[in-house]
């Protein structure tokens, strides 16, 4: 992956239940959707139940380009979405997420704006698919 947002209820101090995640490899979003779709979440003593679709804004660039003037580029780093290195020898390296918004995309740790990005989440247990790549994931 490439991109990891957990969204937070800052009202409430917890998450929101889903998360939006870029993948990088297709083949990794098999594997991530094998593993994880129709899964309990026990760890947080809750009944929901995981479920993958495609997000509507699709590739790390544009999520970045999303976030990049959102209130909360405000908030502090935890809260921000993780960036990690796309490809070439540092891949998976994590970036600070303030460097990430508009140069890398098109530099050296973009990816460009690839990516396959899915939105994941719990809540009765039904796919939806566009046909984008966004993936993300409620816990």
């Given at each position: ?7 937070i ?15 990088v ?61 796309s ?53």
């Open positions: 992956i490439d991109f990891f947002y957990l969204p209820d800052f009202k409430n101090r917890c998450n929101r239940g889903y998360a939006f995640i870029n993948f490899n297709y083949t990794d979003i098999l594997h991530f959707h094998k593993r994880y779709f129709g899964k309990h979440w026990r760890t947080f003593n809750s009944d929901k139940i995981c479920d993958i679709t495609y997000a509507r804004i699709q590739g790390k660039a544009a999520m970045l380009k999303r976030f990049e003037n959102s209130a909360l580029m405000e908030k502090d780093e935890e809260y921000k979405p993780l960036v990690f290195v490809n070439g020898p540092d891949k998976g390296m994590r970036l600070p997420f303030s460097q990430n918004t508009s140069s890398s995309s098109s530099g050296k740790h973009g990816n460009g704006g690839g990516g396959h990005n899915h939105h994941h989440h719990n809540g009765p247990s039904h796919s939806h698919s566009n046909h984008s790549n966004n993936n993300s994931k409620k816990s």
